[in-house]
């Protein structure tokens, strides 16, 4: 247990952020789910379209350290050829 002022406001600062990056992180994989979504459906506009809204939050994820810039990199790259070979 922390018994040090400074270990227990780390605690409290850890749950806080953990919480708000929780919430960044399914924000993101909500964007994405809507690519993928439209992506099978066949929709090429649709799915370019979100494609579009998803790539600002993947970036501010990288930002925010909630994501590695390599795996952005590598799921934008993906989603961007599915959507390219609709």
Avoid: C, W, Y
Wanted: net charge positive; glycine share 6%.
């Amino acid at each position: 247990m922390a018994n040090t002022p400074q270990a227990r406001k780390r605690i409290r600062r850890n749950a806080n952020r953990a919480e708000i990056n929780g919430n960044r992180l399914s924000r993101i994989r909500t964007f994405v789910k809507k690519v993928e979504a439209a992506i099978a459906g066949g929709d090429k506009t649709a799915a370019a379209d979100a494609l579009k809204a998803a790539q600002p939050e993947l970036a501010r994820g990288v930002a925010r350290g909630v994501l590695h810039k390599n795996t952005v990199a590598r799921k934008m790259s993906r989603l961007s050829k599915r959507v390219a070979s609709l």
